[in-house]
């Protein structure tokens, strides 16, 4: 087997990343409560736009009224239907498109950036004259419900949502998917009184970056959206302690691969250990290079892409690995996933691994804020988190200085198995016996989606 030194050696050296200039970010917030930032960028004759909605929310029936408000939010308003809006849109050379999470609703668009001003007439008018025509409400939601009918029925999903209840028991960040049969009762009454109550600008942040002058697009912003207004965002609740426990094997009969899935607490990106957090996660399965890759895919063949990564919500971060492999080799499988945590817990990382990790981790993040699009996603989400711009400058920096006992340190702390829980899904006849000879174990059925 090559060892990930003996392939990091054989790797050309990489030149440095040269930092790149700061962006400039000019801001205001209006009077009702919206944030505006605008950043200058003359590369191509386009602007992004990026609206952030503080959409917390308690309940299986708040969480499925926000997935229908988001997805029938342009099917109509006082003035237009939805092919006008469409036509509109299309007509400026732009989109505008929306999704939501436990967090945010989020309206994603672009444009000619000499389109900036319809644009934003646009956005205005969806904002605050949606109307949620019955037809189009009831065949979207019929969609939906279709959609998630089919979602949890995958053994992707059901491993996600297994993990995710696992980790954030009775929480908004417990699931991803609204239970079809909740989603088949929401009616437009109620998803028009979610849209009065919480689509406002309290708490919103606007982003946007293009080829516009910046004191002109705040103007612009506050001409169209001054008039916007509404109720105060919620506050998401703390996210509960995690419980350990045994490995859960959720029962698939007939599954020819289990879908392995650990999960545990992760720092945010306001810990001064959040830098060789990212390394460490780098370094265990964060990219091809990982670990994680070379054992259990490179070496032994027992998966195509195994892989890990560190998500950050506004109330907890969390970390997770995944690996979809046979159902013979489960339990070898998920024995090498416990010793690739361990030896990162025990054993520091060798120099060349540690700095194979470290460009790639800096060039990426150069990379994902390279584009207007980007840069626009990018600052939205460290907006939304309380992070300024200056980000972009002190992470990479920051990672440079990560030492190996750091990254040793931190993954002593976060990616010891004994500190993260299991969860898989597959045939429990078949893979019990050897999960079992790795630790403790209880099972569990497929609630098996209705939507009815």
Do not use: C
Request: proline content about 6%; aromatic content about 4%.
């Amino acid at each position: 087997m090559t060892t990930t030194t003996e392939r990091a050696s054989i790797i050309p050296a990489v030149r440095p990343t040269v930092p790149a200039e700061l962006p400039t970010v000019v801001e205001r917030t209006l009077p009702s409560g919206l944030r505006v930032l605008v950043v200058a960028r003359t590369s191509v004759p386009l602007v992004e736009l990026r609206l952030r909605i503080p959409f917390t929310g308690l309940g299986t029936d708040f969480a499925a009224q926000a997935e229908l408000l988001a997805e029938t939010l342009f099917t109509g308003t006082a003035k237009r239907d939805r092919v006008e809006i469409a036509t509109a849109v299309q007509a400026l050379g732009g989109s505008l498109s929306t999704g939501v999470d436990a967090d945010r609703l989020a309206v994603v668009g672009s444009a000619l950036a000499t389109n900036l001003d319809p644009l934003l007439g646009i956005l205005a008018e969806v904002l605050t004259e949606a109307s949620y025509p019955d037809d189009e409400f009831s065949g979207e939601r019929d969609r939906v419900v279709e959609d998630a009918t089919m979602a949890l029925s995958q053994p992707a999903v059901i491993a996600r949502e297994a993990l995710l209840r696992r980790m954030f028991p009775g929480h908004p960040y417990g699931s991803v998917v609204a239970e079809p049969a909740v989603l088949a009762g929401v009616g437009v009454g109620a998803v028009r009184d979610l849209h009065t109550a919480r689509i406002s600008p309290r708490g919103a942040i606007l982003t946007l970056v293009g080829d516009v002058d910046p004191a002109a697009a705040l103007d612009a912003v506050e001409a169209a959206l001054g008039g916007w207004s509404g109720g105060e965002p919620e506050v998401m609740p703390a996210v509960p302690a995690l419980a350990t426990g045994p490995i859960l094997i959720v029962n698939r009969p007939g599954a020819v691969q289990t879908n392995i899935r650990l999960g545990g607490a992760a720092l945010d990106r306001h810990d001064p250990g959040y830098p060789t957090q990212r390394l460490a996660n780098t370094i265990f399965g964060g990219y091809f290079s990982s670990r994680l890759v070379d054992n259990i895919r490179e070496d032994k063949g027992y998966t195509y892409s195994p892989r890990s990564s560190v998500d950050h919500y506004l109330a907890g971060s969390r970390f997770t690995a995944a690996a979809d492999v046979a159902t013979d080799v489960t339990g070898p499988a998920l024995l090498e996933i416990f010793y690739e945590l361990g030896r990162m817990a025990v054993l520091a990382p060798e120099s060349e691994e540690l700095e194979a990790a470290r460009q790639y981790s800096v060039g990426t993040m150069a990379l994902g804020s390279a584009t207007a699009a980007g840069l626009a996603s990018t600052l939205s989400g460290l907006a939304g988190a309380g992070i300024g711009v200056e980000y972009l400058r002190d992470h990479p920096a920051a990672l440079t200085k990560v030492t190996a006992e750091d990254v040793l340190a931190v993954s002593a702390g976060l990616l010891a198995p004994t500190r993260l829980v299991t969860v898989l899904v597959g045939d429990a006849e078949k893979i019990t016996g050897a999960v079992a000879a790795l630790g403790a174990v209880t099972t569990a059925v497929i609630d098996q989606p209705t939507a009815s």
